[in-house]
């Protein structure tokens, strides 16, 4: 058999790290009656759901219980809102990226640049999202393993750990866009009482009070932010009504995918909507995600009703976060397109934020540049000070909302790649500190508008980390030794490659204006030039394994992407995929007497039967 073959063909679960199995016979993956009786330690490495964490160890959001599925005894049911229901959470978690403080910021820039124009960008960037999201979600309901956990066994040792830094780059920088969000949101609320630096320090606590929620169960947790989105949707939706744009102009700019008159910073800032809505640590997040309903993947019917559900659920949520940034663009697009700064200064004549509004915009003719900041200023002048307070407490739940779902695609990511699992705590501890401590100094030493170009900064580097979760999403779904049945098809592969390619181009387009913007020279330019060239190899690498996963013979065959390519053995394919399911999972306790036991034993030779007829 050539190595190619083998890359195919051979099931080998321990390639790409320590097996835990290794106490069971060759071939076993762990659901054979050789091992139904292998003590405490092999049972739960029977039941855990991942293949190398170790057993007693605590997972990340779905480990403690799974959203069981409602099963429906008639067969001619198409369709059914108990099983919609009971899928739903998931997907509003992964839209909550979609609606970060950064996001939020790049709407009201983008409304009071180019008006409605390139709202049409918006909504195909987040048609784009539901395709990439649609992808990751497949990923995680077929195989049972996540992205991170999927790159861990397909990846030599140096791209798997420079892909994690890279998704580590990107968690961190979206946390940065969060603590800055909160801060602000903090300091419009409190009325300036807590200073900008005191608003970041605060951060660091009301996280860890939010994340000790999740011991209250998966799906409180889920509801909690639900009620979040609902926040923001009435919040901003608020903003939306009193603003009162015209309608018919919101309209055309959606559906007329043209640009009349625009000039470089329009581009720029149309650009910039694409690099802010797709997230590349959203993939890791929505793949790990699905994982935390109780799907039966020893059923191709269980799986396509899944990966059908899961997508309804992801269209439904991604649709409520475009009318939120909808809500934004067209409340600022209304109400700062065209003016001047000495413009909002006339309307904040004889209001309690005047002073304020002299200081953020100054008496000048320039047009507005507008940020989080001067949004909530320039909303209380023209509508009152409530509606600059109701904004506050939009962005305040955009910033709490996409700190958590970030906390959680830091351990994903951590656990996949370095099969190594931290406390929630400590997580969130490195995480946020790493963030917090720039923009602290940022807040203390600096102005308001140093941390808005903070912003775009961070923009640009989370742009840069787009092919780190993309190309990788596309390979594994389009490997038929991974998906099986459910690979992607030629269309599937044709239109996810070229969006991939478009969005990549666009955001590099995006981080080179940045780059000039900086003026960067000398030793320093020289290091620039340097990252660049080695991020281009590293690239082709990732495009290179892509193509061999995809099946190309010429690569394949290729001694140099056998060497250095493609992982020794298959470290995973469909029939490695763990097949236990939430009601084995909730059987297993810590007491071992003999009721428990024969439960247990009898939840496993169940699975032992259900496998060998299976096969």
Not at 108 to 125: E, N, R
Not at 153 to 165: A, D, G, S, T, V
Not at 395 to 421: D, K, P
Request: hydrophobic share 45%; with cysteine; proline share 3%.
């Amino acid at each position: 058999m050539s190595s190619n073959e083998a890359y195919h063909r051979t099931i080998d679960p321990g390639a790409g790290g320590d097996s835990i199995n290794r106490d069971q016979p060759s071939g076993s993956n762990g659901n054979g009656p050789s091992s139904s009786r292998g003590g405490n330690n092999v049972l739960q490495n029977n039941l855990n759901e991942t293949t190398y964490l170790k057993p007693a160890a605590k997972q990340a959001y779905f480990s403690d219980e799974k959203v069981l599925i409602p099963d429906d005894e008639r067969s001619n049911v198409g369709f059914s809102f108990r099983k919609l229901w009971a899928f739903s959470g998931p997907g509003f978690l992964m839209s909550i990226a979609y609606l970060d403080p950064g996001n939020v910021e790049s709407d009201l820039q983008s409304g009071a640049a180019a008006k409605y124009k390139i709202l049409w960008v918006l909504l195909w960037a987040t048609i784009l999202g539901l395709l990439m999201q649609r992808l990751a979600a497949r990923l995680g309901v077929v195989t049972g393993l996540h992205l991170a956990e999927m790159c861990y066994r397909q990846y030599k040792r140096l791209p798997r750990w420079i892909l994690w830094i890279m998704i580590e780059i990107a968690i961190i920088g979206s946390d940065m866009q969060e603590v800055i969000g909160t801060a602000i949101a903090i300091y419009l609320l409190s009325n300036k009482v807590v200073p900008l630096w005191g608003g970041v320090l605060i951060t660091i606590v009301d996280t860890f009070t939010f994340l000790f929620l999740d011991k209250y169960g998966l799906r409180k947790l889920e509801f909690l932010f639900g009620f979040l989105i609902t926040v923001m949707a009435i919040s901003f939706g608020y903003e939306y009504i009193v603003s009162a744009p015209n309608q018919v102009e919101v309209i055309e700019g959606m559906f007329i995918p043209w640009c009349s008159d625009c000039n470089s910073d329009v581009l720029l800032q149309a650009v910039g909507v694409v690099g802010a809505v797709i997230m590349p640590h959203n993939l890791y997040l929505h793949s790990a995600l699905v994982k935390s309903r109780d799907v039966d993947r020893r059923q191709p019917k269980k799986v396509s009703e899944a990966n059908f559900y899961f997508f309804i659920e992801a269209s439904v949520a991604l649709f409520v976060s475009f009318i939120i940034n909808l809500f934004v663009v067209g409340v600022f697009a209304h109400g700062m397109y065209g003016k001047t700064n000495a413009d909002v200064l006339e309307v904040c004549q004889n209001k309690s934020m005047y002073d304020d509004a002299v200081a953020s915009f100054g008496n000048n003719t320039a047009i507005i540049d507008a940020d989080l900041y001067k949004g909530g200023l320039f909303l209380g002048c023209t509508f009152g000070a409530a509606a600059m307070y109701i904004w506050g407490v939009g962005i305040l739940a955009a910033g709490q909302s996409s700190t958590m779902t970030g906390t959680y695609a830091g351990q994903f990511s951590m656990e996949g790649f370095l099969n190594l699992q931290w406390p929630r705590w400590c997580r969130v501890l490195v995480t946020r500190l790493i963030a917090i401590i720039p923009t602290f100094c940022l807040a203390m030493f600096s102005k308001m508008e140093d941390l808005t170009n903070m912003n775009d900064i961070l923009n640009a580097v989370m742009s840069l980390q787009l092919p780190f979760a993309a190309i990788p999403t596309i390979a594994f779904t389009s490997c038929a030794a991974i998906m099986g049945d459910f690979v992607n098809g030629l269309g599937n592969k044709i239109v996810s490659i070229c969006l991939t390619i478009v969005v990549i181009g666009v955001n590099l387009y995006f981080v080179v204006n940045q780059v000039e913007a900086m003026r960067i020279e000398g030793g320093l330019l020289a290091l620039v030039c340097i990252f660049a060239i080695l991020y281009i190899l590293f690239n082709i690498y990732l495009v290179i394994h892509m193509a061999a996963c995809m099946g190309n013979q010429s690569l394949m065959n290729s001694r140099w992407v056998q060497r250095f390519v493609l992982p020794s053995q298959n470290s995973f394919s469909i029939k490695n995929a763990n097949s236990t399911y939430a009601s084995d999972v909730t059987i297993v306790v810590g007491d071992s007497s003999s009721t428990n036991t024969n439960t247990i034993n009898k939840g496993l030779d169940t699975v032992s039967e259900k496998s060998d007829t299976k096969k």
